[in-house]
């Protein structure tokens, strides 16, 4: 079992050009209505140098639906940066959070992986 709260998984790669028009991963929950009802439930943060400077993109729980989520952000609009952002042409960290207003057991949320490409071109 998992406290409530904020949880996350991180990935380190070599430097990778993300600068396209979309990214996408899949994200499952059993119930969404674990999640906080809020506009940051599920957060991807793509960052450079580390999370110091970093883009992040954000779903809403009303966005989610019970079970698989395909979860797909237009990396030309940010929810938000830290420092001065990420320079999306070496993006070496990705991470993905979730908030939770419940406790979770194993397996109750889940990704197919963390992404390391980009979606290019994908509509």
Do not use: C
Request: aromatic share 8%.
């Amino acid at each position: 079992t998992y406290s409530t709260g904020t949880s996350g998984w991180y990935k380190t790669i070599g430097a990778t050009d993300m600068d396209t028009d979309k990214h996408a991963f899949w994200f499952y929950i059993t119930q969404v209505s674990e999640l906080a009802n809020s506009d940051n439930a599920v957060r991807l943060t793509l960052g450079t140098g580390g999370f110091t400077n970093a883009s992040y993109y954000d779903a809403t729980r009303d966005s989610l639906s019970n079970g698989w989520n395909s979860i797909v952000h237009n990396l030309d609009t940010t929810s938000g940066t830290l420092g001065t952002g990420a320079v999306m042409t070496s993006i070496d960290r990705i991470k993905i959070e979730v908030l939770a207003d419940s406790s979770q057991a194993s397996n109750e949320m889940r990704m197919e992986n963390i992404p390391t490409r980009n979606t290019r071109n994908n509509r």
